[in-house]
């Protein structure tokens, strides 16, 4: 019998614990930006009404490097709490 309740404890706090990943989906708006020294420069977007920088994991995607200082929206799927995303889809504002 405890043995029944213990699985039981074990399985909801497994699934309470982050074993299923969803990542959300965000839609930005903002610029393009080239951060970082050589050899280490990453791109971001800024995001217009809060300025915070969110790091774009996937820069040659969408030729992302082309569109530094430009204003865009971008759809994207946030990545981890550090704010790493990656771009699904573009449209220059």
């Known amino acids: 019998m ?3 309740i213990w699985m039981a404890i ?3 706090a497994g699934l309470g614990s982050g074993c299923t990943n969803h990542a959300k989906t965000l839609e930005l ?3 393009i930006y080239l951060k970082g020294s050589v050899p280490h420069t990453y791109l971001v977007i800024e995001e217009a009404r809060s300025h915070r920088l969110y790091r774009i994991a996937n820069p040659t ?3 992302l490097i082309h569109r530094q200082r430009q204003r865009v929206r971008v759809e994207a799927k946030l990545l981890d709490d550090d704010g790493q995303i ?3 889809n ?3 504002k």
């Open 10 to 12: 074990l399985a909801v």
């Open 2 to 4: 405890w043995q029944k």
């Open 61 to 63: 995607a969408f030729d």
């Open 90 to 92: 573009v449209e220059e």
């Open 29 to 31: 708006e903002g610029a």
């Open 86 to 88: 990656e771009v699904l």
